[in-house]
């Protein structure tokens, strides 16, 4: 690893639900977007060691110290603590979190720093890059800290001792703390023409007691009591972090770029909304009791199918707003992490055709629909939406690994294009509402029949890839979590072995090999990925294998980072590879939690995943 770029692992993660900071464990705030997610990078050293931009608090002896993250317990607070021979100091990090964003002084960084044991020396360098490093911006010192203003952004820094120029558009300071004394600072957007606001100790604490109490209450709502509590707990914190409260939307993570193989080009943006993720997030949120997040992402969900365009059809990726247009586009100026380029903004996949998403998407609805009843307008336009999957099913798609050396027929999208009209069957029964249910029985039938006699390879004994391939791929493990072969079926034991065999180390899964699977248009390697592993302990689990899905699982946690969190994927030493931390691993890591906890419970029973007995029918 280079001395200039910290692992990936070594981040912590703190937010406001508009956007968050990613902090290493040496105190440097590497990446940030303001004032949201999908905004050009403020800090953004994590793909340009030298240009990006950082703000960075530590003593000058960083490597000479020891160096430990935690959360403070239940909340989204990050502590970053540096144990030296003369003392051990530590930084509270935190974003307040407010019902409504304050106008004028908004999204607010707070760093505070304190000695708890002898005496400890700290050096302070804060150089904001705007734009992804792009433009310039204006300095201006005061008694109070610094002003950055750039032609966009304007950012202040309150600091409680003084500061100086840097010589390269930052500021820098010295300090001595000894023990139980403390430095507070604050870096928040304002207003063009607005002044730094000096505020007093009184103020950084009393907000960190009500970002405390925020995160606590918020926690508490958290109905699940069942084994590795402390995982899912963490995985709901990292799930709400990932949220951008204006409108309900999760992003698939808050970083781009972070590539998938070191030095390769497998390097996406994922600061957007997938509606793959629909049913796993809104089953998650559910099962877990956020209720209010379920209804907020329903609500982003029902305004993308208001929006449906004229064909019919529907985005695979959405802006977190619903945003339509994502183009791509590479920023050629920066190195990328570890000198992996291109760096990428925006997400070409938004315009393939992934014929999956329908599945995932009637998936979600038929979830939230056992909660709260989903109304007749979203219904129409439903229907408009299987009137089309039902003319177009049977189509080459780019599938679930968004593949750009062309299309194919991918089992997986044929799997969910059943779940679709399975789905819609089942919520027209269950509301009584009009629909062409012989049309789509049919349809769902001839696309079961086609999947059992084409989707399944004789020699492989397997499910496979594609129509007429020989790869295997992990999300063949869906077809028993979506319900569409007995988690005992013969065949479906025989793909879960042969998932194992093929593609399963050391209880990690890699989506496929890409030597033999669809050219995905990078035929470099990548890491195992991370959700693949939880899909494997989670059907292992529904298939009575519950000695095993539960060795998975412990497995899989020793991969998590010092605080928790997963990335994309997984290196060859346990390394995080791809974007960080990813909402979809999160995600999985719920639901085979819940599923491997039940079965565990009630192993006659062997509790299904997807059932949705357990989830309340009724607000309340």
């Known amino acids: 690893m280079s001395k200039k770029y910290l692992p990936i692992e070594d981040y912590g993660m703190i937010g406001d639900l508009h956007t968050v900071a990613l902090i290493g464990k040496n105190g440097s705030i590497d990446w940030c977007c303001l004032p949201r997610f999908d905004a050009p990078s403020v800090f953004g050293r994590l793909l340009d060691a030298e240009k990006g931009g950082f703000f960075c608090i530590a003593p000058p002896e960083t490597i000479t110290a020891g160096l430990r993250q935690l959360y403070w317990p239940e909340t989204n607070i990050l502590i970053t603590r540096f144990l030296t021979n003369d003392g051990v100091g530590q930084i509270t990090d935190f974003m307040p979190v407010y019902p ?91 207003t063009e023409g607005e002044l730094v606001i ?25 109905q699940y009591l069942g084994r590795w ?36 080009a497998r390097n996406w943006d994922y600061r957007f909304t997938w509606l793959r993720d629909a049913a796993f997030t809104l089953y998650s949120l559910l099962l877990l009791g956020f209720s209010q997040e379920a209804e907020a ?62 599945g995932e998407l009637m998936d979600a609805i038929y979830i939230y629909n056992r909660y709260e009843d989903v109304s007749y307008d979203l219904w129409q336009n439903l229907r408009r939406l299987l009137s089309w999957l039902s003319l177009h099913w049977h189509e080459p798609d780019e599938g679930i690994w968004e593949v750009r050396g062309g299309a194919k027929n991918f089992v997986h999208s044929r799997l ?13 029964r269950h509301r009584g509402w009009y629909a062409p249910l012989d049309e789509w029985l049919r349809t769902s039938g001839i696309i079961y029949e086609e999947m059992m006699q084409r989707g399944w390879n004789e020699e492989k004994q397997s499910f496979v890839q594609y129509y007429g391939s020989n790869a295997i791929d992990a999300s063949a493990l869906l077809i028993t979590i979506t319900k569409f072969l007995g988690a005992t079926d013969p065949r479906m034991l025989s793909t879960i072995a042969r998932v194992q065999s093929d593609l399963s180390r050391d209880s990690l899964v890699y989506r496929y090999l890409p030597s033999v699977a669809a050219d995905d248009g990078l035929r470099s390697q990548e890491g195992v990925f991370s959700p693949c592993s939880f899909w494997l302990a989670e059907a292992l689990a529904n298939a009575g294998q519950l000695e095993e899905a539960r060795l998975i699982l412990e497995n899989v946690f020793t991969y998590a980072n010092h605080l928790g969190l997963y990335a994309e994927e997984i290196g060859p030493t346990g390394e995080a590879l791809g974007n960080y931390p990813q909402a979809f691993t999160h995600l999985s890591l719920i639901t085979a939690c819940h599923t491997v906890d039940q079965a565990l419970n009630s192993p006659l029973l062997r509790y299904r995943s997807r059932d949705l007995s357990m989830l309340p029918l009724y607000k309340g």
């Open 416 to 428: 969910m294009c059943w779940v679709a009209f399975d789905r819609a069957i089942r919520l027209t």
């Open 297 to 358: 992402f329903m609500g982003w969900l029902n305004a993308r199918c208001h929006e449906i365009e004229e064909n019919g059809a529907l985005q695979p990726i959405y802006g977190i707003d619903g945003a339509h247009d994502l183009s791509e586009h590479t920023l050629d100026h920066l190195e990328g992490y570890l000198s992996s380029r291109p760096v990428r903004v925006g997400n070409g996949a938004y315009n393939q055709k992934q014929l999956d998403i329908y």
């Open 100 to 190: 409504a964003q304050r106008l004028g002084y908004q999204h607010q960084i707070i760093r505070i720093v304190k000695v708890v044991r002898g005496s400890l020396s700290f050096h302070l360098n804060c150089r904001p890059a705007f734009n992804y490093a792009r433009e310039g911006h204006e300095l201006q010192l005061s008694e109070s800290g610094a002003l950055f203003q750039s032609s966009e952004l304007s950012l202040a820094l309150d600091s409680s001792v003084p500061i100086e120029a840097d010589g390269m558009g930052g500021v820098q300071a010295t300090f001595t703390l000894q023990e139980g004394e403390s430095a507070y600072f604050s870096l928040e957007c304002v």
């Open 198 to 222: 000096h505020y007093y100790p009184h103020y950084y604490e009393e907000a960190f007691l009500k970002t405390r109490s925020y995160w606590h209450n918020w926690l508490s709502q958290c």
């Open 229 to 264: 509590r402390e995982m899912v707990r963490r995985s709901a914190l990292v799930l709400k972090l990932l949220t951008y409260a204006p409108t309900g939307a999760i992003v698939a993570a808050p970083t781009t770029s972070l590539p998938e193989t070191i030095g390769g």
